[in-house]
Each structure stands twice: as structure tokens, then as C-alpha cells.
């Protein structure tokens, strides 16, 4: 849970910094998710032994619930 904590809290953390600093607002809080996502599966390299295997499973359980959330949205705005 700490690993996916930092990723979160970091993803968070970039997306303010560049709201601030480079005034680019992001379009969506989707956005933030996939950061977060991405640390993961990249930051699971640096785990030994099952917690390789969990933190890729949960990042992916992530990544597609998130997906289908997003089409969700989408659906009910007509942008199906």
C-alpha cells in the first residue's frame, strides 16, 4: 500500500507542479490516475520476490477499471 500511496501522492504532486509552473491545466482527473498507474508498473521493477507480481496486478486492476470508468463517462455524454 505504500508504493501505491507514493504513486498516487506523487502523481498528484506533478500534476499540481505543472498547473503552477507551466500553467497547463490537466483535462481530465483521469490523468492522474494514469500517472499514478504508470509509476506503479515501472516502480514494480524495484520489488523483490511476490510484490513484483501484486503491484503489477493491482496497477492493471487499476488501469482497467479506470478504463471503463472513462467509457462510462463517455457514454452517458454521447461521446459513444
Sequence with gaps: YTVALGAVTWSI???????T???KM???PFEIVFTA?????????LQAGDDV????????????GTLLLMRTCDASKGGM
Aim: proline residues 0%.
Design 13 to 19: 504532486w506533478l500534476a499540481r507542479n505543472k498547473a
Design 26 to 28: 490537466i483535462k481530465s
Design 21 to 23: 509552473f507551466e500553467k
Design 37 to 45: 498507474v504508470s509509476f506503479l508498473l515501472y516502480w514494480a521493477g
Design 53 to 64: 507480481t501484486q503491484l503489477r496486478a493491482g496497477a492493471e486492476m487499476i488501469r482497467n
